[in-house]
C-alpha cells in the first residue's frame, strides 16, 4: 500500500522536479546571516512534519520584495527535501485555465499529496495565483477560500503535508486573513550593503576582484537580490570605456536606469 | 415507521462518525474551569432537545480564536451524544462544489435528519462554509440564507434537532444577523496561564515533571490549545542542546517562531 | 363560474391549512391589552376586504422582535378567517428555489388567488424571501419588485384579497419603500412585565402558582414570546436543586443564558 | 395604406380599453382647481400632437404622491383620447419576464404605434417598470435605455405619438436624466383641505350631507385621493357606535389608522 | 479596385442617405455667428480629410444643450460632404441589440467605411450608444472600448475618414478619457437673444412679422432650438383669444409650460 | 532544432513587419537630446537580452503623452532588432474578441516567442488592451494577470525575450502593481520649443525655411509630435490668405483649435 502510493505519485513528481531546477539556474547564494536563519527556520519545519504525530500538516509563508529570491529559496528546499512527493503550484501554469478548473487542480494536486506519506507542495506567487489586482480590490475569493481550507486541512491518518507559500504582498494577505493559517512566516531579505553586494557580484564570476572592492566601498544602497544581478549585467553590456565599477555605481545609484545620452 | 427512519439514516451516520473521530485525534483535554463550563451547558442543552415538548430545535454557535478547539469539542459532543442521527458539514467536503450545489447538499443533510426521531447536525467553520473574505466584505448570500432558515426551521409533528456550529468570527456574524438565529452562544477560551498550559503539556508526554515545573512558573503567556502544542513540538524538534523548557519558552515567547540563526 | 372558482383553489388551500397549524402548535396566548389591539385591528381589515367595494385589495404588515409570535398570529388569523382561499407563502419552501424559480411561484400563488371570490395570503418573513443580508447590503431585487406591484395590484372583478405580511426587520422595509404598499403596519409587542409573564408561565403548565408569584414579583424583564419560552422551558431541564423560580430567573436575568459551572 | 394601418392595430387596441377601464372603476373627481388645470395641459398636447407638423412626438409626464390617481387619470385621458391606438405598458404585466424579454416587448408596443397615423402610449409606474430600488440604488439600465430612446424617437413620417408615463418617483427620474426628455412635468396634486375632501366623500355616497358637513368643518389634514377613499371605507366598516363623522376623524387623524382596543 | 470598392459599400450608403434626411426635416437656420463659426471648422475637417496626406483619420465631437441641433448638423454635414461612403450610426437601430452584438456591428460599419477612399461616420449621442446613466455610473465599457479604438485607428493605406460624433453630456466623455482621442470639439449654441429667436421663429411661417417683432423686443430667455420650436407651436395650438405673441411669450417665459387653468 | 523553431514562427513575423511598417509611415524624427536618449537605452537593452546569460527576458516601458510617438518608437525599434520573432499585440486586433479569447490569444503569441531562440514582443497601449477606463475604474482583470505573469515569466532554457510595451497612462498602470514588473521604464517627451518645432516642421516639407524661422522665434508651446503635425497640416488647409507661420501660429496658440468665423 505504502510502496503502491509512491509509485502512483511519481510522474507528477518528475514532472514537478523539472519545474524547480529552472527556478534556480545558478543555485542559491547565502549572501547574510538573517539569510541564513530563514534558511535554517525552514528546515526545522520540514524536519518537524517527517518525525512528529502532533503536527501532520505544518505550512510556511516566504515574503520578502519582488525578486528577493522567494521562488528560488522555495524550490532549492523542495528539491533536497527528500520528501517523496513535491509539487510546485504556480500561477504560469494557469494563464488560460479559469477559476474553477484552476480551483480543481490545486486541489487535485493536494489529493494526489494524501496519497504519498510525506509530501511537500510549493504553492509559488498567492497574490497572483488568486489574481488579486489593488484598484477595487479583486481577486478571485474562491482560489481563496480553497487555500484557506486546503493550507491547514489534515492529511488521511499516516500522512503528512508541508506546504511551502511565497509572496510579495504580505499585508493583502494579512487583509484576507490567510496569515493566520501558516504556522510561520518567514522574511527573505533584500542584499544590503557592501559586503553582502560583493559577495553577490563576487558569484556572477565577470566582476575582478578590484571591481568589487571599489564597489563594496562606496556602494551602500539595498537592493533585492534579483534587480542588483540584472543591474551588475547591465552594466557588463554597456562597455561604453568608464570602469565597470563605475558603471555599475552610476547604474545602481539611480531610481531609473535609464542610460544618459551623450 | 421509527425503525425505519433510524434504518434510513444509518449510512449517513457511518460517514460521519469516522470524520467526527479524525477530528479529535487525542481526545479532549479540559484545561480549565471556564472550558468545562462550556461543556457543561452544552450538555444541558443536548438533553433539552432530548426530552422537551416545547422547543423540538435548538442551536448553539461554539466561538473562539483560530486553534483553541472548537471542531474538537463540537466533534466530541456527537460522538458522547448517543443521537441516532448524528452528522458533520465541514467546508472541507465542498471545495471542488459550487455555491448551489453545496445549498442544495446542506439542505439535503437537515432533510435526512427529519427522518430521525433525534438528530444532531454539527455546522463546522461557518465562515468558511459561507466562503467569506473581509475584504468587500464578500461571502455566500445563497448559503447565509439557507442556514437562516434551517437553523430555526421546526422539524416534522415528532422530531426534534440540535444544530451545532463553529466560528472563529462572531462579529461578522453578528453583522449578518445570524447571531440571533442561535439559543445559545458560547465561548470556547484560550490556554492562559502557566498552570492550565502545565496541565496540556503533561497530557502531550515529552515534556518531563521538571521541564513543566520550570515552564508553569516562567511562561504567562496565552494561546488557543493548538498553537500551543505545535510550540511545544517544535521545541521537541530543535534539539541543539539547550533544554527543552528553555526552548518551549523561547518559541511561545516570541510572536514569530523564527529559529534564531547562530 | 363562483362554484368552480371555489373547486379549483381548494387543493392550494388544503395543503397550507396544514402549514399553518404546524405554526402555532399551542395555540395563541393574548397575554397583554397591546397584543388584544393588534389583534382586533387584523379582524377588522378581515371585514373591510370581505364587505367594501371601494377597497378590493388590503394589505397589512406584521412587525416586532424575532420570536414574537408574528408567524403564529398570522396564521392564526388565517385559520379563523373563514375565506375560501388562504395560502402561506414561507422561505422555508424555496431553500432550493432560484431566484427566478420563487418569483414564478409567488406570482402563481397570487394567479390561484385571483380564481377565488375572497382570498387571504400570509407572506411570511419577507427580509428572509427576500434574501436580505445588511451587509452590503444584498437582497432578491428581482422578489421586491414582484411583491411592490403584487401587494398593491386589484384582483380581477369582483374578486377581494388580504396580503398580511410579517417582518422583523421595518427599518429595512422602510428603506426599499415597501412600507409605502402597506394599507396598515401593526406592531407584535414582546412580553413585558411580571404579569404579562405570569399570563404566559401559567399557560405552560410545568410552572405551580408558588413558582409564578414569586417570578411575577422579581421579574421586571421584557423578552419575545418565543425566547421567553424557551428559557423558561430551560430552566425546567436543569434540575440542580435549587427552585424553579431561581432557576427561571437566573436564566432569563443573564444576557447569555450560559450554566454556571461548579 | 392609412386604412391598413389602423385594421393592423385593432387587437392591441381592444386589449388596452378593458385595461384602461379596470384603472378608473369609478370615475374621475374632479377636486381641486390645481387638479382641473394639470388635466387641461394634458388635453393640450393631446391636441398638439394631432394637429401640428412640427413636433410628431411629444411626452408628458404625471408625477405625485403614492395613490394621487396618476394612473386613473393617465387611463382616462386615453379613454377619451379618440386616439386610434392607444396602449397601457404596466409593470403589471411584467411580473413573469426576464429584463431582456421586457426590453423587447416594450419596443415592439412603439413600433405597433408606428402603425397607426395618430398613437397614444401609457407608461404606467416608471420607476416600477425600471425595478428602481433605493438601496444601492438598483434599477434596469437597459430597460431605461430603451425609453431614453424611444420617448423621443420621431416616428416615420406622417406617423405621430404621443407618451404619457406616471412616476412617484420624481426625484430619482431626474437622477436618471430621464426628467430631460419629457416635453412637459405635470404634478397631481393630493386632496388638501375640508372643502375638496367634502368633494370626494359626497361623490362616495356612504357619506350623509351631515357627516360631510361636520367633516369639512373640522378636518384639515391632506392626504392622497386613494388613501382618503380608503381611511373613509374603514370608518364606514367599524360600526362602533360612534358617528361616521367621528369615526372618519378618528382614522384620517392618526398617522397609523390601528384600532384603538378597549 | 477604387471603383469596386466603391460599389460595395452603395447599400449601406444609400440606407444612410435616408436616415440623414429624418434627421433635418425642414432644413437648418444659420441662426448665430457662432453657429456658422461651427459649421466653418466643420467643413474645413472635412477638406482635410479629403486632401492631407499626413491626416488620413480625424475626428470632431458636437457638443451641446439636449435638442440644440446636434443630430441635425451632423447630418446636414454628411449629406452636403460628397463622400462616397457616409454612414449614421445611432441608438436607436440597437434598442434590441445585446451589448456584444452591438460591438460587432459597429466594429462592421467601420470595416465598411475603410472600403472606401473616403468615409465620413456620424457616431450619434454617444453616452446613449454607451448606455450611460449617471446613477452609479454605469455604461458599456464595451462600447466605449471599442470607440476609443475605432475613433484614432489608421484606416489602410490610402483610405481616409472622418468621424463626426454627439453628446450632450461632454464632462461624462472627459471623465471617460475619451474627449483625448477628438481632433476637435466643438460647442453648438442655444438660440440666445430675441433676434436670434426672431430669426427661427420667422423661419417657421406661422408667425407675422408684427408677432415676431412685439417677441424680439421682450423676449430675453435663451433655449435649444428644439425646445424653443416646440414652445413656439405649443403657442399656436392654445388658441385662447390672447395674442400669439403674448402667448410665445407666457410659454417661454415660465420654467414648467403648464396652461395656467382658469 | 534550432532552424525548425526559426521556420516555425516565420508566418507571424511576416504579419507583425507589415503592421509595424503601418505604424511609421514617415520614419522617425529625433528632435531631442531627451528622445535620443531613450532610443539609446532601448537598444542597450536590446542588446542586454541577445547577449547576457543572466536575464533571459527583459520588459521596458515606453510611456509619453496621447501621440507623443510610443507606438512608432516601438515599432521602429521591432523593425531594426533583428531579432527571429518580433510581434505586435494592439487593441486594434482584438475588437470583436471577448476577454477570455483575447487571453488565448495573448498566451499563444508567448508561446511562439518561446520557441525563437530571440524574440521581441511590442505590446501597444496596455491600458486599452485591459479595456480600462477611470469611471469605476473598471478593467479586465483576466488580462492584467496575463500580463502581470508573461512579462517576468522565464522562457525555456536557451531561449530570450525582450518585452516593450507602451501606456499613456503611466499612473493607473503603478496602482496595478504592474509597473514593479518592468525592468525599465522610459518616458517619451513632448516637442517642447521653438527649435525642436523646427526640426519637426522641416520634416514635413510643407513649410518654407522663413515660415519656419519666423515660428521657432515666436512660438514657444509644447505639444506631443503627432498633434504638432495635425495642427501644422490644418494650417496648410485653411487657405484663408494670411501667411502659413502665421496660421500656425493661431491654429498652435489656442487651445481650442476652431476656426475663427468671420
Ligand atoms: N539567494 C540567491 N542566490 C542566487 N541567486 C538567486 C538567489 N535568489 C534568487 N536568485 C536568482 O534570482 C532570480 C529571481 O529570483 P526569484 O524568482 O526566486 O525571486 P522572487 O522573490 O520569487 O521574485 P518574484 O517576487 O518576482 O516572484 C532567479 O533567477 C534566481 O536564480
Ligand atoms: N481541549 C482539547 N484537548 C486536547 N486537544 C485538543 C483540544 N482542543 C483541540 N485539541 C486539538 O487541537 C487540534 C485542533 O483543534 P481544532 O481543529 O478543534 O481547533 P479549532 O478551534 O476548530 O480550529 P480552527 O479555528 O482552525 O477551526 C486538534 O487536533 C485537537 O485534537
Ligand atoms: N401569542 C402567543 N401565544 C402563545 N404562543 C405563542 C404566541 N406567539 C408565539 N407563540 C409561540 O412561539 C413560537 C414562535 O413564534 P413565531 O414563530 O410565531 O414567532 P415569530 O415572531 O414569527 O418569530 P421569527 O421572527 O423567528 O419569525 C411558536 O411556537 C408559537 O407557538
Ligand atoms: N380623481 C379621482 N377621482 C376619483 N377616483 C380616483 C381619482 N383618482 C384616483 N381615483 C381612484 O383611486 C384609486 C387609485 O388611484 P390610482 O391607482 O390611479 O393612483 P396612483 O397615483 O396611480 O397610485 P400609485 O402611486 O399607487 O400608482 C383608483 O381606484 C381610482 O379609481
Ligand atoms: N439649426 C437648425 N435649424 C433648423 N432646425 C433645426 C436646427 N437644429 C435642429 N433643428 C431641428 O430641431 C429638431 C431637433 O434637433 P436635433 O435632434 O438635431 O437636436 P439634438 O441636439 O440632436 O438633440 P438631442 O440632444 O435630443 O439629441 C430637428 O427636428 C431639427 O429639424
Ligand atoms: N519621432 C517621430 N518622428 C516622426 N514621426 C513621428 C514620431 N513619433 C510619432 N510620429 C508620427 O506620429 C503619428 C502618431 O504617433 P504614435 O501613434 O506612435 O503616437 P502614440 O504615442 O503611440 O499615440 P497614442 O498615445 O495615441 O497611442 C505616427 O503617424 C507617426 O508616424
Ligand atoms: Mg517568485
Ligand atoms: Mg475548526
Ligand atoms: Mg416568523
Ligand atoms: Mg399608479
Ligand atoms: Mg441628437
Ligand atoms: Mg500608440
Redesign the interface.
Known amino acids: 500500500d505504502f510502496r503502491r502510493a509512491l509509485e502512483e505519485v511519481v510522474p507528477s513528481f518528475g514532472v514537478s522536479a523539472d519545474q524547480f531546477a ?1 527556478c534556480v539556474p ?1 543555485g542559491i547564494i547565502e549572501f547574510s ?2 539569510f ?3 534558511v ?2 525552514a528546515k ?1 519545519l520540514l ?2 512534519v517527517k ?2 504525530d ?2 501532520p500538516v ?1 505550512s510556511v509563508l516566504l515574503e520578502g520584495s ?1 525578486g528577493s529570491g522567494k521562488t528560488a529559496l522555495a524550490a532549492t528546499l523542495a528539491m533536497n527535501s527528500n520528501y517523496p512527493y513535491v509539487k510546485l503550484i504556480t ?2 501554469d494557469f ?2 485555465h ?1 477559476e ?1 478548473v484552476k ?2 487542480k490545486i ?1 487535485k494536486y493536494f489529493q494526489d499529496a494524501y496519497k504519498s506519506p510525506l509530501s511537500l507542495i510549493v504553492v509559488d506567487d498567492i497574490e ?1 495565483l488568486l ?1 488579486y ?7 478571485s ?2 482560489i ?3 487555500l ?3 493550507f491547514k ?2 492529511p488521511p ?1 499516516g500522512r503528512k503535508l508541508l506546504v511551502i507559500a511565497t509572496t510579495s504582498n504580505r499585508e493583502v494577505l494579512e ?3 490567510i496569515l ?2 501558516f ?4 522574511t527573505i531579505p533584500d542584499v544590503s550593503s557592501g559586503d553582502q553586494t560583493a559577495t553577490v557580484l563576487r558569484a ?1 564570476k565577470n566582476y575582478t576582484e578590484k571591481d568589487i572592492k571599489q564597489i563594496s566601498e562606496k556602494y551602500s544602497g539595498k537592493l533585492p537580490i534579483k534587480k542588483l ?2 543591474v ?3 552594466a ?3 562597455d561604453d570605456g568608464t570602469s565597470l565599477a563605475d558603471r555599475f555605481l552610476r547604474f545602481a545609484g539611480s531610481g ?6 551623450g
Open positions: 529552472s545558478n546571516d538573517e541564513r536563519g530563514v535554517k527556520t526545522l524536519q518537524q518525525n512528529s502532533v503536527t505544518l519582488v500561477p504560469e494563464l488560460r479559469s474553477s480551483r480543481i486541489d497572483r489574481e489586482v489593488p484598484i477595487g480590490p479583486r481577486f475569493n474562491m481563496l477560500q480553497s484557506l481550507v486546503l486541512k489534515a491518518p487583509a484576507m486573513q493566520d493559517v504556522t510561520e512566516v518567514l556572477m544581478m540584472t551588475a549585467d547591465m557588463i553590456q554597456d531609473s536606469h535609464t542610460v544618459p545620452h
